[in-house]
């Protein structure tokens, strides 16, 4: 199958306006590829690779000017953008340095600034380049995870689009995309999955060239699919995401998801175009093949439920995924839900929905769902206890949904109200729901220990929103509903603790405590005692005392150069600066290596007399490293 070009839809002079820009015309491999799901965004280019070493030369794709530099610790690193006549953009990220005249221009600049860090927008007759001209040298600076060129190419809106539709031969593709599982949802408290509410995953064998679930699926209601899938390339092990996805069910379209072209707000959608919460619990990446509320991206062609299939009959059907690559290799999916109105209440099933082994209950699309062991009777008949919910100062009975291998499953529908504990058989259990927080206006909610206020869209969808304060002696805990919601903005929090770590107020701030126990700096402004702070992560949080220094660890001390390794343990770096006979000296940082090192304005003048090394952590310990050149 021929590439798909676009020339026409953004005006090109020819099918090779564009320019490879690592060894054009040489075969080439990817490291990653366009819309990519990454942990946090969807990723804009694609990624060259260039043998795993920096150095590589960089070429302009096509005649344009530097129109914007940017110089960052993470992200994009060094970055380069090229405006085209064509009005699109150029963008080369993570070099390892510039040409020279590039060089020069930025480091002027830095030098007047005194700062590592710059952003710099040049005019049109400032840096022209030509097609084909070397820029720059590949290279790992800022967030990369090794040597590689990000490249983009950006339409005249700064939207990215995939740059591999623009035909260039040196990348090879004849390989499929891979299918790991899929998965099914039920997307409303009636709906059943095998007789169950929840989310299941199936299992995939090859048979007659295409991925089939072995067994029917029974499915009553409205259900969502998921699929775990994604692309492979020639003469690489490296895996990318998957261009284009279609559901049918009978021979009808319900969703198509075509990713060609987003904007970069957008990007955060990756948490609600891929499952988040299976991310979040077992690391691994499922994306949907219907459109979740909140999600604003704008790949897809959907049913009239948004991709949702609602089946409400007792017959047969065909659901077939197709998965595209750009190259037009495809793979296919096909699997049978079979129509069951009438369900058993007692289930015995290979598949058991209990998202968590130990949490009894568990919130999905607005419904509460509550696991209880059941008893048999002498008969062998399972006892039906009633469970208690208790809210809104009152009592409210319901009946289990079904029972299934030995456990009642309980569905509360939480638009109905919020129970704050349910009492099953004796057994009180307090769920820590505190309120519902709607998703598309600013919402604050006020606790004795803590206050948490939510902007405009800074949720994906409604949030039943789950909190706690825990107080032990030496020990506090502030629980902000769990790490398995994403949010699109920064919540605002506020604490109000109950005692505080020893140590100096202005060294106490907040950190965040991650799945392995390990501390996250987040900050905080004290007024009074009680401290605020912003972040765009739910989780637990505690107060920590931060009083050590950074270490400051001289590696070359010479007339040509100066490089230290600077690291610091708790609340991590926040900025250093370095000065050799009272004037300021640019050093770079890359702080996957720890490492600062020189950059001389003048490398013909070598350095002399005293040199001082400053190192600032974030709650402002200093370190400060001095020693004498002599001339």
């Given at each position: 199958m021929a590439i798909p070009v676009l020339f026409a839809s953004v005006g090109f002079e020819s099918d090779n306006y564009y320019l490879f820009p690592i060894k054009p015309g040489e075969r080439n491999y990817l490291s990653g590829n366009y819309c990519e799901l990454r942990s946090s965004h969807l990723h804009a280019g694609i990624d060259i690779k260039v043998g795993g070493v920096v150095g590589a030369p960089v070429h302009a794709t096509a005649d344009g000017y530097i129109n914007r530099i940017k110089i960052s610790y993470g992200g994009y690193g060094n970055a380069l953008y090229i405006q085209h006549p064509n009005g699109t953009v150029s963008t080369y990220a993570h070099l390892h340095e510039f040409n020279d005249l590039i060089q020069q221009y930025v480091k002027k600049a830095q030098y007047k600034k005194k700062s590592f860090t710059i952003e710099l927008?040049?005019?049109?007759?400032?840096?022209?380049?030509?097609r084909g001209e070397v820029i720059g040298k590949a290279g790992n600076s800022g967030s990369s995870g090794g040597p590689h060129l990000h490249f983009e190419i950006r339409d005249?809106?700064?939207?990215?689009?995939?740059?591999?539709?623009?035909?260039?031969?040196?990348?090879?593709?004849?390989?499929?995309?891979?299918?790991?599982?899929?998965?099914?949802?039920?997307?409303?408290e009636n709906a059943r999955i095998n007789g169950q509410f929840?989310?299941?995953?199936?299992?995939?064998?090859?048979?007659?060239?295409?991925?089939?679930?072995?067994?029917?699926?029974?499915?009553?209601?409205?259900?969502?699919?998921?699929?775990?899938?994604?692309?492979?390339?020639?003469?690489?092990?490296?895996?990318?995401?998957?261009?284009?996805?279609?559901?049918s069910l009978d021979g009808e379209r319900q969703f198509l998801c075509l990713m060609d072209k987003f904007a970069f707000s957008q990007a955060k959608n990756i948490h609600v175009h891929?499952?988040?919460?299976?991310?979040?619990?077992?690391?691994?990446?499922?994306?949907?093949?219907?459109?979740?509320?909140?999600?604003?991206?704008?790949?897809?062609?959907?049913?009239?439920?948004?991709?949702?299939?609602?089946?409400?009959?007792?017959?047969?059907?065909?659901?077939?995924?197709?998965?595209?690559?750009?190259?037009?290799?495809?793979?296919?999916?096909?699997?049978?839900?079979?129509?069951?109105?009438?369900?058993?209440?007692?289930?015995?099933v290979r598949y058991f929905n209990k998202p968590y082994s130990n949490q009894n209950f568990h919130v999905r699309e607005n419904v509460l769902q509550v696991f209880a062991p059941v008893k048999k009777s002498p008969e062998g008949i399972y006892e039906?206890?009633?469970?208690?919910?208790?809210?809104?100062?009152?009592?409210?009975e319901e009946p289990p949904a079904y029972v299934v291998n030995d456990v009642a499953v309980y569905l509360?529908?939480?638009?109905?109200?919020?129970?704050?504990?349910?009492?099953?058989?004796?057994e009180v259990s307090t769920?820590?729901?505190?309120?519902?927080?709607?998703?598309?206006?600013?919402?604050?909610?006020y606790q004795p220990r803590m206050n948490v206020t939510f902007p405009k869209s800074a949720l994906f969808d409604t949030l039943f929103l789950q909190m706690n304060h825990e107080h032990e002696a030496g020990k506090e805990l502030f629980c902000i509903h769990k790490n398995n919601v994403p949010l699109r903005q920064n919540m605002q929090v506020l604490l109000k603790p109950r005692q505080f770590p020893e140590g100096p107020r202005d060294k106490m701030s907040v950190y965040r405590i991650d799945s392995k126990g390990d501390l996250g700096y987040e900050g905080g402004t004290w007024k009074g005692d009680n401290i605020s702070f912003r972040t765009r992560t739910f989780g637990d949080f505690k107060l920590q005392v931060d009083t050590i220094a950074p270490v400051i660890t001289p590696l070359s001390i010479s007339p040509s150069?100066?490089?230290?390794?600077?690291?610091?343990?708790?609340?991590?770096?926040?900025?250093?600066?370095?000065?050799?006979?009272?004037?300021?000296?640019?050093?770079?940082?890359?702080?996957?290596?720890?490492?600062?090192?020189?950059?001389?304005?003048?490398?013909?003048?070598?350095?002399?007399?005293?040199?001082?090394?400053?190192?600032?952590?974030?709650?402002?310990?200093e370190n400060v490293f001095t020693t004498t050149i002599e001339s």
């Open positions: 927008f040049p005019q049109k007759g400032e840096l022209a380049v030509k005249a809106n700064q939207r990215p689009m995939d740059p591999l539709q623009f035909g260039f031969k040196e990348i090879i593709d004849r390989v499929p995309p891979y299918v790991r599982r899929i998965a099914l949802t039920t997307m409303d929840g989310r299941f995953e199936f299992s995939l064998k090859e048979q007659n060239g295409k991925y089939v679930v072995s067994e029917p699926i029974d499915v009553r209601g409205t259900i969502g699919v998921e699929v775990a899938a994604f692309d492979k390339a020639t003469g690489v092990r490296n895996v990318y995401g998957v261009k284009e996805t279609e559901l891929a499952n988040y919460e299976e991310r979040y619990r077992q690391n691994r990446t499922f994306f949907r093949l219907y459109v979740a509320d909140g999600n604003t991206l704008p790949f897809y062609k959907t049913n009239s439920q948004k991709g949702r299939i609602t089946i409400n009959d007792n017959q047969s059907h065909l659901a077939q995924i197709k998965l595209s690559d750009i190259y037009g290799n495809t793979s296919r999916v096909e699997f049978t839900l079979q129509g069951q109105p009438q369900s058993s209440e007692q289930l015995k039906r206890k009633l469970a208690k919910f208790y809210a809104e100062r009152s009592t409210l509360w529908y939480l638009n109905r109200c919020i129970p704050d504990s349910v009492d099953i058989c004796g769920l820590g729901i505190k309120v519902r927080v709607p998703s598309k206006s600013a919402f604050s909610f150069r100066l490089r230290f390794k600077i690291k610091d343990a708790i609340s991590g770096i926040r900025e250093y600066e370095a000065y050799v006979d009272g004037e300021w000296l640019l050093m770079h940082y890359d702080y996957k290596r720890e490492l600062i090192w020189s950059d001389r304005m003048d490398k013909s003048k070598p350095l002399k007399g005293e040199v001082k090394v400053k190192v600032r952590d974030m709650v402002g310990n």
